[in-house]
């Protein structure tokens, strides 16, 4: 599966060309404004030539309403300036998941342990999962004790049909309303060089994948019919135990908001920390601390704990934590391969994401692929999750990052970084974010 062209220099025109967006701001004026961005209330754009919007779900609306799209967002930020004000910076990942309640953070070990050690069925081979009819999002709903308010009138989540449209090996080509995702199988990278992997048939529809690993590490999953994660362990060898992904709303038969945009509950964003504190090139930043810079918390408070599909599935949410682009991966047109040349340049990234994990086991990455805007949006999708789990299984391989801690998920050419439909480097591109706090509760810090 190829995506932007077969060879450079060709190109197929988009379906729907991306809407105008007027840029009247001069390349000072932006400078000024990455420097500072919570001074400003207009769309932050990359201080580059044809930049597109720096935080992810304003490309988005870029994409979907431009010019009014962006001066509609302008008006909802300076709506909701004052309101902010009030609330700082998160300054730990603990002050960012201050919303969420004492009674969620204390209920995760026993639950988590219950799961692990509930009895089941044990089943001869991997399971296969169902792709849902429809997936709905419901208003006021109650999560993790957390009442969610849907406030955009807009925008109708109700009930989204979701149809297959491809499945390419591991990938299966999804449409959800108006909107194509690619879902992928990590399965198979986290079963490489396992000792013993088996499944158990839970109630109510879940199933436990445990993958036992030489010298007794186990990784324990237990996911829904979907093939959604509820919840995700790593059970090291002194029985230790390790959370790295927990969503138990998900155990329920209720309306399942994983492939919506939960994002369209919340304002838009107002970024109010300096692009270079939020956003890292590795070509253009290679001396800087990358341990230091994962570590850091989110840039606005976490409303409640969100399922891994969730945090893939909107830009809003992943809006909230920082990010590296790995620019000095430059793949080539209409592939995914990693030049070993060009695989040793992550060593800086991987040693700072192992620092990371040293201190705290149950860290999850998210990988990022993207491409270029030339080539089909199906074809993109599928290359791009191509790429970003051939950059995870690089790291694992070469790096020793364990892939347990590594999610994946391709977006193909929808948060182009230049805004521009010819073939372009800096589009194809891999980037790297720490969730953790999107998806596990934290212990309260003493």
Same mark, same amino acid.
């Given at each position: 599966?190829?995506?932007?062209?077969?060879?450079?220099?060709?190109?197929?025109?988009?379906?729907?060309?991306?809407?105008?967006?007027?840029?009247?701001?001069?390349?000072?004026?932006?400078?000024?404004?990455?420097?500072?961005?919570?001074?400003?209330?207009?769309?932050?754009?990359?201080?580059?030539?044809?930049?597109?919007?720096?935080?992810?779900?304003?490309?988005?609306?870029?994409?979907?309403?431009?010019?009014?799209?962006?001066?509609?967002?302008?008006?909802?930020?300076?709506?909701?300036?004052?309101?902010?004000?009030?609330?700082?910076?998160?300054?730990?990942?603990?002050?960012?998941?201050?919303?969420? *309640?004492?009674?969620?953070?204390?209920?995760?070990?026993?639950?988590?342990?219950?799961?692990?050690?509930?009895?089941?069925?044990?089943?001869?081979?991997?399971?296969?999962?169902?792709?849902?009819?429809?997936?709905?999002?419901?208003?006021?709903?109650?999560?993790?004790?957390?009442?969610?308010?849907?406030?955009?009138?807009?925008?109708?989540?109700?009930?989204?049909?979701?149809?297959?449209?491809?499945?390419?090996?591991?990938?299966?080509?999804?449409?959800?309303?108006?909107?194509?995702?690619?879902?992928?199988?990590?399965?198979?990278?986290?079963?490489?060089?396992?000792?013993?992997?088996?499944?158990?048939?839970?109630?109510?529809?879940?199933?436990?994948?445990?993958?036992?690993?030489?010298?007794?590490?186990?990784?324990?999953?237990?996911?829904?019919?979907?093939?959604?994660?509820?919840?995700?362990?790593?059970?090291?060898?002194?029985?230790?135990?390790?959370?790295?992904?927990?969503?138990?709303?998900?155990?329920?038969?209720?309306?399942?908001?994983?492939?919506?945009?939960?994002?369209?509950?919340?304002?838009?964003?107002?970024?109010?920390?300096?692009?270079?504190?939020?956003?890292?090139?590795?070509?253009?930043?290679?001396?800087?601390?990358?341990?230091?810079?994962?570590?850091?918390?989110?840039?606005?408070?976490?409303?409640?704990?969100?399922?891994?599909?969730?945090? /893939?599935h909107s830009a809003r949410l992943?809006?909230?934590?920082?990010?590296?682009?790995?620019?000095?991966?430059?793949?080539?047109?209409?592939?995914?391969?990693?030049?070993?040349?060009?695989?040793?340049?992550?060593?800086?990234?991987?040693?700072?994401?192992? /620092?990371v994990l040293d201190k705290d086991?149950?860290?999850?990455?998210?990988?990022?692929?993207?491409?270029?805007?030339?080539?089909?949006?199906?074809?993109?999708?599928?290359? *791009?999750?191509?790429?970003?789990?051939?950059?995870?299984?690089?790291?694992?391989?070469?790096?020793?990052?364990?892939?347990?801690?590594?999610?994946?998920?391709?977006?193909?050419?929808?948060?182009?970084?230049?805004?521009?439909?010819?073939?372009?480097?800096?589009?194809?591109?891999?980037?790297?974010?720490?969730?953790?706090?999107?998806?596990?509760?934290?212990?309260?810090?003493?």
């Amino acid at each position: 599966m190829a995506d932007e062209s077969q060879q450079a220099g060709e190109e197929t025109p988009a379906a729907e060309p991306v809407p105008e967006v007027v840029e009247t701001l001069t390349e000072e004026q932006k400078q000024e404004i990455a420097q500072d961005p919570g001074k400003t209330d207009e769309t932050v754009v990359l201080p580059v030539e044809n930049g597109a919007a720096v935080l992810d779900s304003d490309k988005d609306a870029d994409n979907a309403g431009g010019q009014e799209s962006r001066d509609n967002r302008r008006k909802q930020r300076e709506e909701q300036r004052a309101q902010e004000e009030e609330v700082p910076v998160p300054d730990t990942d603990d002050s960012a998941q201050a919303t969420i *309640s004492e009674e969620v953070r204390e209920a995760v070990p026993q639950r988590i342990e219950a799961a692990i050690n509930e009895e089941g069925k044990r089943v001869d081979e991997a399971p296969e999962f169902i792709v849902p009819e429809t997936t709905n999002i419901v208003n006021n709903t109650v999560i993790n004790n957390t009442t969610i308010v849907n406030n955009n009138n807009t925008i109708d989540n109700s009930v989204t049909q979701v149809n297959v449209i491809e499945r390419v090996e591991n990938r299966t080509v999804l449409e959800v309303g108006d909107q194509l995702i690619v879902r992928g199988d990590d399965r198979p990278r986290l079963r490489r060089d396992s000792e013993e992997v088996f499944y158990d048939n839970l109630a109510r529809g879940r199933v436990r994948e445990t993958i036992q690993r030489p010298g007794g590490v186990r990784i324990v999953t237990i996911y829904n019919r979907y093939g959604d994660i509820i919840q995700r362990s790593r059970v090291g060898r002194d029985g230790r135990e390790y959370i790295l992904v927990y969503a138990p709303e998900l155990e329920e038969d209720a309306p399942r908001p994983g492939l919506v945009d939960v994002g369209y509950e919340l304002p838009p964003m107002r970024l109010r920390i300096p692009v270079s504190d939020y956003i890292i090139d590795t070509s253009s930043d290679p001396d800087r601390d990358y341990y230091e810079f994962l570590a850091e918390p989110p840039v606005e408070r976490v409303e409640r704990v969100y399922t891994i599909d969730e945090v /893939k599935h909107s830009a809003r949410l992943r809006d909230k934590v920082r990010r590296i682009d790995l620019d000095t991966i430059t793949f080539a047109t209409a592939s995914a391969e990693v030049p070993m040349s060009q695989a040793r340049t992550l060593r800086s990234v991987a040693d700072a994401m192992q /620092k990371v994990l040293d201190k705290d086991p149950g860290e999850t990455f998210l990988i990022e692929g993207h491409t270029d805007a030339v080539g089909t949006d199906k074809s993109n999708l599928v290359l *791009s999750d191509e790429r970003a789990e051939s950059v995870a299984s690089l790291l694992t391989e070469v790096y020793g990052i364990p892939p347990e801690n590594l999610q994946t998920q391709g977006y193909g050419e929808r948060f182009l970084k230049v805004r521009t439909e010819a073939a372009e480097q800096q589009n194809r591109r891999v980037t790297i974010r720490r969730v953790t706090t999107l998806v596990r509760p934290l212990a309260k810090a003493n």
